[in-house]
């Protein structure tokens, strides 16, 4: 069978290209040059081929790929975005139903490989592991400008803020919970690398992996939580000190 990660470093070309085209070009760039470096940054070596090979056989690699591209990514584009001036398309992606589709979206990106029967799959078929690492990205992406117009559309309620953050990230904070909390739930195929890292392999028992793993998870849905929080707070202040210039 011929696999998507046999292309091996063909995959660099549309990687390089996504993590360019999510900063925003150029004009992103120049103005928040170590952001918009540290997004690129995170997203190529999050989906490197070389990194699918180690997340498929362990599952706190394969969490810290998802925290790398579905939450650290997203926030760093958020971060270089939010001092953006108003947009006036930014109410076109204030409507409920998109809304309503990214938190979808985003939810079941962050649980339904928890699923055992689903997850031995996706560990053990390097098609369905590219595929579903290409679509945590893109939900990602999709979340960040989403967040990205509700702060510059100038008319974010406090309520809808919160209620938004709490449900893109209450569902990674419970696969978290549950990776932490439950008995080894995976049993992950053999690595075909194991020659090559023997001492990780002996010291990375299954329970000892799973936790590790579902820690990283909920360290990356609080970090989303705080930097909305401190975002939204930004604003409000930036907007109270607006007719005093």
Known sequence: MHDLSSFGMWELVPIGLFALWVTQGPHAWAREPILSSAAVLVIVIG?????????????WLH????????????????????????LRDAANWDGR??????VIGFGVMSGIWMLPQLHLRLMEDPDLYVLMKWAMALSGVFLCKLMARDYQSGDILRSRRLSFSLSVAI?????????????????????????MNGMMDRAMNPRLDQSLG??????SA???LWIDHGLYLNRLDADV???ER
Do not use: E, K
């Not at 139903?97 to 990214?102: F, Q, T």
């Not at 579902?214 to 360290?219: F, V, Y």
């Open 171 to 195: 569902p990674q904070l419970l696969v978290g919970l549950a990776l932490l909390i439950s008995s080894p739930l995976y049993a992950m195929p053999a690595h075909d690398m194991a020659h």
């Open 214 to 219: 579902g820690l990283l998870l909920c360290m």
């Open 63 to 86: 969490c810290l790929q998802s925290a790398l591209i579905h939450h650290v990514a997203p926030i760093l584009m958020l971060l270089a975005s939010a001092n953006q001036p108003p």
């Open 222 to 224: 609080f970090l989303l």
């Open 241 to 243: 000190r607006l007719p």
């Open 97 to 102: 139903l998109m809304r309503l589709l990214v």
């Open 47 to 59: 989906m490197l081929p070389a990194f699918d090979i180690a997340a498929r056989h362990s599952v």
